[in-house]
């Protein structure tokens, strides 16, 4: 379970199971000579078994007998303004407890997040959150299960059950798509990100079940995934507006893809023509032309609500692991007001 907390394997532990000498396992991990190929062998099979990491806070352990009162976050970018929110919403939390936070950037990578885990478990971090990379979590889980909490932020881990922030998916995208079919767009463009994310795959399922449920087959040719950055968004959206019978609407479902969907409307000149509903604030949305409709969340919250239920964990809440709903609603300003015109 989430945030049970057994105690960490210690070098006294690895010497026990590979019956050797303290002094043979620090030889061992610091790649000193002179110790025979077999017991070496002995004792690294001993930290894998054990999950011992060396102590990267060992010697100020020693001197406070106190908690490192660090945490780590692990999220996709630091260059995006959800990130960047959320980052500063964990902050906030974090300083309210007396704690400094370590971030880094997984690039939405799975063996990159992995190996930042190790790092920040090598020096006692006392938990993390962790906006998670598309693949199976269950290695993490049992790297971290029993060690410290763990709670995943936006996305849903693949594999496991988890403490999760996120924000209610379906409902979001239900509301963008409803709003647009009030306008009378029926070929609506979807663009949306990695499909092994979870807010990719419900975004675009609630997409194409509120297509049907007014009547409407969702058409493939006017779903673009995988969208990544900027560059990827714009190339996406020439696509869908160079359909032979072409997109007359576009559901944006992350900010990165609402961006570049602005730039191509405007360069083209249908920002008056093609609606537009975009998936999260970006920057200058109320000074465009027309202003940004979009599903508004709150990733500052998203934050302070992980951080929350971060340092419940290292309090000792030891209860089922749950999903907490965070809110997005809809902020119309005109680019999703556009009426279908042929």
């Known amino acids: 379970m989430i945030g049970e907390q057994s105690r960490r394997s210690t070098l006294h532990d690895v010497a026990r199971l590979a019956d050797v000498s303290i002094k043979t396992v620090s030889r061992v991990i610091n790649g000193e000579p002179n110790v ?29 007998g106190r908690e490192t009162r660090s945490i780590a976050l692990l999220i996709p970018t630091v260059d995006n303004q959800f990130f960047a929110r959320i980052f500063h919403g964990v902050e906030q939390v974090a300083h309210e407890h007396g704690f400094v936070v370590f971030a880094a950037s997984t690039d939405l990578d799975l063996a990159t997040e992995e190996s930042l885990i190790r790092i920040f478990a090598s020096r006692q ?39 999760v922030v996120t924000v209610d998916n379906a409902a979001a995208a239900r509301e963008a798509v409803t709003h647009l079919l009030h306008f009378g767009h029926r070929r609506i463009g979807f663009m949306g ?78 920002s008056h023509r093609v609606a537009l509903v975009g998936m999260g604030e970006i920057d200058v949305s109320d000074l465009l032309e027309p202003p940004l ?50």
């Open 293 to 342: 409709t979009v599903m508004a969340q709150d990733p500052l919250g998203f934050g302070r609500l992980a951080a929350q239920r971060l340092f419940e964990r290292i309090d000792g809440h030891d209860e089922t692991p749950r999903t907490l709903i965070a809110p997005a609603h809809l902020v119309t300003r005109g680019s999703g007001e556009i009426l279908l015109s042929r």
């Open 125 to 163: 971090v006392d938990g993390f959150i962790i906006a998670p990379a598309p693949g199976d979590h269950r290695g993490v889980m049992a790297f971290l299960g029993t060690r410290m909490p763990c709670v995943f932020i936006d996305q849903t881990p693949a594999g496991v059950v988890a403490d």
């Open 36 to 64: 025979a190929p077999t017991t070496a062998q002995n004792v690294r099979d001993a930290i894998e078994m054990l999950h011992y990491l060396p102590d990267a806070a060992a010697a100020n352990l020693a001197r406070t």
């Open 193 to 270: 990100d990695d499909a092994n994310l979870s807010t990719a795959y419900q975004r675009r399922a609630s997409y194409e079940e509120t297509l049907r449920a007014a009547g409407v087959v969702p058409d493939s040719d006017l779903e673009e995934m995988g969208i990544c950055d900027t560059e990827g968004a714009e190339a996406a959206v020439r696509r869908l507006l160079g359909l032979t019978d072409p997109a007359t609407a576009i559901f944006a479902s992350r900010n990165m893809a609402a961006i570049g969907a602005v730039r191509v409307l405007q360069q083209m000149g249908l």
